[in-house]
């Protein structure tokens, strides 16, 4: 007796014909289409790989890119080595410099519309990082106006799968007088508004501290395609992050009004040296010293008071002075210890006139200087 091809011996070796052959039919389809799944989902992976091993430009990266927005930059990491003079604040109180520098960057995105925002964090400082709201940026988007970083201000955008190679932002830091001198540290976020973004790890950042970057995003290209007039250095997908160096120098500044002084000496006796001495120190160092130098009274016929000779005291809130003390035993007025900052004060002179000094118009220069002790 033939078999038929759709049945099984039993155990007993009775044949069963089987009622089970459009399963069979079934299962070798869901393997079939199980397969083809897992070859479409290896040929999607190394497709991937490929674009971020091998960019050959932003157009490649942008049509390659899925739906997501590509960011390039050229340098591993910023420093802000330019020095800018900055205007007295609202109070005409003087600023710290400013300390800036440019990053170009390019964006490639097969979106209709894409924008990119910037973003930033401080990691280290010599006595800790600095304040927020002291980065502002600017670059074409902003109308080529610094703004604060910390509203996360849109740098960039445009639209594609045309992608945009030349763009450009700049950092400006203004660091405040409580701010220690020193190496600070700090990690710039570009971050797109479409695409995906990658969760970041800590890496170890160049010249201590630390930065973070996507696993996977980064992908290096030597020479491979154009960002403005120079090739792609790291590619990342959704956030690019770059480190931020700068380093801001010791300074102390002093402010005064009169520095020539008269006195009328018709008799001898105590007189007040008119007008009284105002100051401001603005200093970021710790350890600082406000002095009194100066030459000596001389009257129009070449006579001369020492000016050791004068005293001086600080003003209290209600103008009054309080301890006096001799410029030839100290003539160091104000001392700073462990802050830096401004500081106002106002201090008196007085000049002890002896019997042997011949009356006359005296006339003396003196100037305050802010030195580190």
Avoid at 15 to 23: F, I, K, N, Q, T
Avoid at 342 to 366: K, P, W
Wanted: hydrophobic residues 40%.
């Amino acid at each position: 007796m033939a078999m038929n091809r759709d049945a099984v011996v039993n155990e007993t070796g009775e044949v069963d014909a089987l009622r089970s052959g459009p399963r069979a039919k079934r299962g070798l389809c869901m393997r079939v289409l199980t397969l083809a799944l897992v070859l479409i989902a290896c040929s999607a992976s190394s497709a991937k790989r490929n674009v971020e091993e091998h960019p050959t430009s932003l157009d490649d990266v942008a049509l390659r890119s899925a739906g997501g927005v590509w960011i390039t930059i050229n340098d591993d990491f910023m420093v802000l080595d330019e020095e800018v003079a900055l205007p007295p604040d609202g109070n005409g109180v003087p600023v710290l410099p400013g300390m800036q520098g440019t990053l170009a960057f390019g964006v490639a995105s097969p979106l209709p519309n894409w924008e990119v925002r910037a973003q930033f964090e401080w990691t280290t400082g010599p006595e800790g990082p600095m304040e927020d709201g002291q980065v502002l940026v600017r670059s074409a988007a902003t109308g080529e106006e610094f703004v604060p970083i910390a509203g996360n201000p849109i740098i960039a955008r445009g639209h594609g799968p045309v992608p945009a190679p030349d763009l450009w932002l700049e950092i400006q830091v203004q660091p405040g007088w409580t701010e220690a001198p020193g190496p600070y540290g700090g990690l710039l976020h570009l971050v797109s508004t479409g695409g995906l973004i990658i969760v970041e790890d800590e890496i170890e950042q160049p010249g201590g501290g630390d930065f973070r970057r996507a696993p996977g995003s980064e992908v290096t290209a030597d020479q491979t395609g154009p960002v403005g007039d120079s090739a792609i250095g790291r590619v990342f997908f959704g956030r690019a992050v770059i480190p931020v160096q700068l380093i801001t120098q010791p300074l102390t500044l002093v402010l005064t009004g009169e520095s020539v002084f008269t006195i009328s000496t018709p008799m001898p006796g105590r007189y007040f040296v008119e007008p009284d001495l105002d100051a401001l120190v603005a200093t970021n160092e710790t350890q600082w010293e406000l002095v009194l130098d100066g030459t000596d009274f001389v009257s129009g016929s070449g006579l001369v008071i020492p000016l050791a000779r004068v005293e001086w005291s600080m003003l209290d809130e209600g103008g009054e002075p309080g301890e006096w003390i001799s410029i030839g035993d100290d003539n160091c007025l104000l001392v700073g210890y462990d802050e830096g900052g401004v500081f106002i004060a106002s201090f008196r002179l007085a000049l002890e006139v002896y019997e042997t000094d011949t009356s006359g118009v005296y006339v003396s220069e003196m100037h305050l200087s802010g030195t580190p002790r």
